[in-house]
């Protein structure tokens, strides 16, 4: 009874985890749809494409710098008092009439309001840097390296979402062969199990463990719930990466295709695309721009002025008075403190040449230890699928032989359980093999 009781419950769980998955509608997903809708997805990448707009935005910003300021100003004013200026009597001078009569001007003392007391006053004024055009135009150049760095750190997260979105679909694929292997082991320890119950029920007696052959099926059972799991983990992580709502979904099973690796010599040509040195190369060109700027920053601030002043109510300014000139500003201090910012940009500069060394010199290793891992991995499929083409004629030969009543069903069920692991490792190698190609892909920035 007992072991009657075993062999239905864990069946029993597996049947309704297949066939509730089989009822639920779930839609199928190619490893191209899901890298897509990752790609669409991803808020990382939302944010650097708008840091990348941002940045542009600046770099407008820095351009509008370099034409005239301008400013438009104007101004009310009631004044309550009015100044008066007063003329005393004979300030101008004296008539000589005769010796006697001589009439001072002004005769009295003269009292005159100056202005009114509405005043009105309204103008334009132009400035146009000079000096610091050169200034100006390092600071567009930063902000353009500040637009590329941001595209390249895209480049580098795109790349490491495409890579992650294969690790995921093709190690579901692996789990879904090793599922079919798991299963095939199971068929074939429930069928040793039942040819030792036939003859302990027809009287025989065997030297076959019957509670070992219950591990097995126990042991096959539990491998398969584990491997259902981990499909199952491997969804919830794809929806997660890809933005899916459903995680009940099926990914596209696809007969490997594998791509061809150039030369490691070439390979190691390429490596100029890779995100992470272009990044740091363009982090010393940002250090060298920052260098360029604090030296022109000694320079004086001299510029154009020109400008319109329209007045009302003052009498002794005039009514229109057009201006132009020039405007110096030169701030000593700065002579003393732009030395140090040179200073402190030249640290900037030599760290930024050690990451470009440190980085040139991992990404070799990172390289190196990829390609390895490629030429490895095809190798193994050369002997996994010599393995593969034996099991084959192997059940040929079994099959021929049940033909004629030579073997029983058990043996025919363990070859096809065989073959199930050779195919199982045939696809992890093949898949392993592609993954290492990525990544190689990856490194070289493609």
């Avoid at 025989?204 to 491998?223: F, P």
């Avoid at 154009?304 to 701030?331: D, E, R």
């Avoid at 095809?378 to 004629?393: D, F, P, Q, T, W």
């Amino acid at each position: 009874m007992r072991m009657k009781t075993f062999n239905k419950t864990i069946p029993v769980v597996l049947l309704a985890l297949f066939a509730g998955a089989a009822m639920a509608q779930s839609t199928t997903y190619s490893l191209g749809q899901l890298t897509d809708i990752a790609l669409k997805n991803n808020h990382v990448l939302a944010i650097k494409q708008l840091q990348i707009e941002e940045r542009q935005a600046k770099i407008k910003e820095d351009e509008i710098k370099r034409l005239p300021v301008v400013n438009v100003n104007g101004s009310y004013q009631y004044n309550f008092n009015l100044a008066e200026i007063t003329i005393p009597t004979g300030t101008i001078g004296v008539i000589p009439l005769s010796a006697t009569n001589q009439v001072p001007l002004p005769n009295v003392d003269k009292t005159f309001t100056v202005g009114k007391n509405n005043m009105y006053n309204a103008g334009v004024t132009a400035y146009q840097p000079l000096s610091q055009q050169a200034k100006i135009k390092t600071g567009v150049e930063a902000s353009k390296l500040e637009v590329n760095l941001t595209e390249k750190e895209k480049q580098k997260i795109t790349l490491q979402i495409k890579h992650g979105i294969e690790q995921l679909y093709f190690g579901i694929l692996i789990n879904q062969k090793q599922l079919a292997e798991a299963q095939a082991k199971l068929e074939l320890a429930k069928a040793k199990l039942e040819d030792v119950t036939n003859a302990l029920e027809a009287g025989k007696t065997i030297g076959v463990n019957r509670a070992g052959l219950l591990a097995s099926i126990a042991d096959e059972e539990q491998n398969m719930l584990k491997l259902s799991y981990q499909i199952q983990n491997y969804k919830s992580d794809l929806a997660k990466f890809t933005g899916i709502n459903d995680d009940n979904f099926e990914v596209e099973s696809q007969v490997p295709v594998l791509p061809e690796l150039p030369a490691y010599a070439t390979l190691a040509g390429e490596v100029s695309s890779n995100p992470d040195l272009q990044m740091a190369q363009l982090t010393k060109n940002k250090a060298e721009l920052g260098i360029k700027a604090a030296k022109l920053s000694d320079r004086p601030d001299v510029g154009l002025v020109a400008g319109y002043v329209f007045q009302s109510g003052n009498p002794i300014s005039p009514m229109n008075n057009p201006f132009v000139g020039l405007n110096l500003k030169w701030n000593l201090q700065d002579l003393y403190t732009n030395k140090q910012v040179a200073k402190q940009r030249s640290f900037q500069l030599k760290q930024a040449q050690e990451n470009i060394l440190n980085t040139q010199q991992q990404l070799t290793y990172d390289l190196e230890k990829a390609y390895r891992r490629t030429v490895q991995s095809k190798s193994l499929i050369g002997v996994a699928e010599k393995a593969l083409n034996y099991r084959r004629e192997e059940l040929k030969l079994q099959e021929d032989k049940q033909a004629v009543g030579m073997n029983l069903k058990t043996d025919l069920l363990t070859t096809k359980a065989l073959i199930a692991k050779a195919e199982a490792d045939v696809y992890a190698a093949q898949l392993a093999y592609i993954l290492s190609v990525s990544e190689v892909k990856q490194l070289i920035g493609q």
